[in-house]
């Protein structure tokens, strides 16, 4: 993350509400560790709706909870991990399989696709899945 926020100016990089973080100086609606986490530009200020994909996919008539998402390569200081909801009020540790190997984008980035290991609860009825980004010390 460190190495990512070069990006920002030596001023800005002391300011922690500009290069923290927890900081969205681009109000492109992700703090600055996701974009790091996802391999994005800090200053690009686009809103990018394509960078998670979540859907339901069915593993032998049963639905599980998947999702897609392009993420930097590479990242020995973050951990990225995935958390469910019925409610979204509520947030769970979620166990994830990888369906196949990564897709490497040749820029830095690839494409990850993990499912959820058991089934929806038919009795949740819905079923929402995050993102969690975590600094490792």
Do not use: C
């Not at 986490?37 to 394509?50: C, I, K």
């Not at 990225?80 to 399989?97: F, L, Q």
Request: net charge negative; charged share 25%; no cysteine.
């Amino acid at each position: 993350f460190a190495f990512w926020q070069n990006r920002f100016s030596a001023a800005e990089r002391e300011d922690p509400l500009v290069s923290g973080p927890d900081a969205n100086p681009d109000q492109d609606d992700l703090a600055n560790l996701a974009g790091y986490a996802l391999g994005q530009d800090p200053r690009s200020g686009q809103r990018r709706n394509d960078w998670l994909q979540a859907s339901v996919q069915v593993v032998e008539g049963r639905p599980h909870l998947a999702v897609e998402y392009r993420r930097a390569k590479n990242l020995l200081d973050l951990d990225i991990t995935t958390e469910s909801s019925t409610d979204g009020r509520a947030w769970e540790p979620t166990v994830m399989t990888m369906d196949q190997p990564a897709v490497d984008h040749g820029d830095g980035t690839e494409t990850v696709r993990l499912r959820q290991t058991t089934p929806i609860a038919a009795e949740a009825g819905t079923g929402m899945i995050r993102l969690r980004f975590t600094q490792r010390p």
